[in-house]
Each structure stands twice: as structure tokens, then as C-alpha cells.
């Protein structure tokens, strides 16, 4: 858990803060029966994927135009899920086809990449059947995602600086996403402390060693998938078959739902505009633009740095 005075930081300025509404409009992809946005930079460039007729492929959206990425040499399939201030794109891609016991080929086990505007580097967790990378911090030092051992997902933390792998925590689905550049990092993770009894899920928040489980106020299944320097959340909550993004505090928070069957955010930059997507009865994804709308004094007090954080930081949805 976290420490005392660390969480009490915490809860202290999610209180003194109102939560902004948002909006949800939708973006287009021309061509695509299917697309995702996953992330924003503080430039307002966005990663995404999308589904065409007979293909499907990531892209970078940036000043009105789409750079579509090929993956990694050999790559069947590619997913960019995160993306830097600098222009470098994380994420995951399959190349092999394998049998899924039935007869049927499906893509195979994914492996992570960092691509840097010209060169794919993939990256793999050893110890791990599969590795996923979900998010990048603003500078490109760090790396979350989650690895696969058998049943088990560890959510882990990447610092290309000095090296190493820090696994966070580890579930029957953990997985970590957004982080700062000082290391902070949220996520989620679905557990079961209990042998046959139901598991557990909880959103998180890890920074310096310590980490603190929770879940936004009046929810029971939080998914934290984004955060500000400032402190604010994004990510999405769910309510038996309901799903709705979620943006502001752990206590203090706005939910957005555009139709369907689920809406989801995924990122958010510092201006506050998020990214993400809503699944219609068709199992279609369609990629949506969040944007606050808040009144003068919540705007000037969400530019004065109070969230979740703000004391104390300076493929489809899981």
C-alpha cells in the first residue's frame, strides 16, 4: 500500500478539485470499418489502429495526416499503443501463425517494439511467453506494459536509462499503461487472493517503490489507464455490461459514455484531451476524441496541478 503520508497527499488534492465534464466526438479513419485512438502526446499526436477490407495496420495521426507503420521485419500484425513527446512509438505485434487447438490459425504469442521514427527495436521480457508494451513516458526513459508467464500477467516497468525491469504487481490480468517521467505509473490489475473464490480488481498507482491499490469512488471495477503531470486520471470503469471512460480524481471523476456497447480511454497529455473508442452491437470499434469543458474556475484550478497526483508527481482494452 502506499505510504501514510503519501496517500493522504493524495486524497488531499483530489478533494479541493470539482471534476471537469467532458465530451466524446467521434474520429474518423477513412476506409476503416474498425479503429482505436490508444494515445496523445503533449503535441496532440495521436497512435491508433484501424481496420480496412482485407487489412489492418497502425498509424501515427499527425497535423491532419496518417504515417502508417509496417511493424517490425515479418510483422502478421502490429498494435502501437503509446507514444512519447519525441515521436517514439510503443507497442505489440505477432509474427507467427499458430494452431488454437481447434485447427484454426491464429496469430501467435505477441512481442513488444519501440520504434524511433526509422528503426524497430522489439522487446522481450526473459522468463516470458509473451511480452506487451502500453505505454512510454513523455521523455522516452520509461516503458510499461504487462509480460505472460502460463496464467500469470505481470505488469512491469522499463528504465531504458539505467536498465532493468521492475515487475509491479501480478494477477490473472495486470497490466500497467500510463507513466511519468519521474516513474510513476497506473494500471489495473484483476487478482484472486482466494482460491475459488471470486477475484478481486482494483486500478493502481506506483511511484518510487510503493504501490497503492484503488478504486474510484462508488465503483467496484476501475481500470486506470492514463495520467497528467498534473495529476488527473483517464481510464475506464465498468458496471456489470456497462462501460463508460472516466477522467479526474479517484474521488472526483466524470464519466462519458458515446452509445454502444462500451466507450474506453485509453490516454491523456497534459492539456487534458484524451483518446480511446466505443464498441457498437456490431463488436466494431470506432475511435473517439475526448475534450473538457470546463467552467473558468475549475479550468484555473486544473491548470494550478490539483488531482490525483499533484502533490506528490512533477488490441483491445484489458
Not at 168 to 190: E, K
Amino acid at each position: 500500500m502506499l505510504k501514510p503520508l503519501l496517500l493522504t497527499a493524495l486524497l488531499a488534492a483530489a478533494s479541493a478539485q470539482a471534476a471537469t465534464p467532458y465530451t466524446a466526438t467521434p474520429f474518423a479513419v477513412p476506409g476503416a470499418t474498425s479503429a482505436f485512438l490508444y494515445d496523445i502526446n503533449n503535441h496532440g499526436v495521436m497512435v491508433g489502429y484501424a481496420s480496412q477490407p482485407g487489412s489492418s495496420q497502425s498509424f501515427v495521426y499527425s497535423g491532419g495526416a496518417f504515417q502508417w507503420l509496417t511493424g517490425p521485419a515479418g510483422a502478421l500484425s502490429t498494435v502501437a499503443l503509446g507514444l512519447s513527446d519525441g515521436g517514439w512509438v510503443v507497442g505489440s505485434y505477432s509474427d507467427t501463425m499458430v494452431d488454437d487447438g481447434t485447427g484454426t490459425m491464429v496469430l501467435g504469442p505477441n512481442r513488444g517494439f519501440l520504434w524511433d521514427g526509422s528503426t524497430y527495436q522489439t522487446i522481450e521480457l526473459a522468463g516470458y511467453t509473451e511480452t506487451v508494451v502500453r505505454g512510454i513516458s513523455p521523455d522516452g526513459r520509461y516503458l510499461t506494459g504487462y509480460a505472460v508467464n502460463g496464467s500469470t500477467y505481470d505488469a512491469w516497468l522499463m528504465d531504458r536509462q539505467v536498465g532493468g525491469v521492475t515487475v509491479i504487481t501480478s494477477g490473472i490480468l495486470a497490466l500497467a499503461q500510463g507513466v511519468l517521467n519521474d516513474g510513476t505509473v497506473v494500471g489495473s490489475r484483476i487478482w484472486q487472493p482466494v482460491p475459488l473464490q471470486p477475484p478481486q480488481r482494483e486500478a493502481f498507482v506506483y511511484q518510487g517503490g510503493d504501490y497503492g491499490g484503488f478504486q474510484l469512488t462508488g465503483q467496484t471495477d476501475s481500470r486506470a489507464r492514463a495520467l497528467t503531470d498534473d495529476g488527473m486520471l483517464g481510464g475506464w470503469v465498468r458496471n456489470g455490461a456497462d462501460i463508460q471512460a472516466f477522467f479526474g480524481t479517484s474521488t472526483d471523476y466524470a464519466l462519458v459514455q458515446w452509445g454502444g456497447m462500451g466507450t474506453y480511454a485509453e490516454g491523456i497529455n497534459n492539456a487534458g484531451v484524451g483518446v480511446g473508442a466505443y464498441v457498437d452491437e456490431a463488436g466494431n470499434w470506432h475511435a473517439l476524441v475526448f475534450n473538457p469543458v470546463p467552467e473558468p474556475a475549475t479550468y484555473a484550478m486544473l491548470l494550478g496541478g490539483l488531482g490525483l497526483l499533484g502533490a506528490v508527481a512533477r488490441r483491445r482494452p484489458h
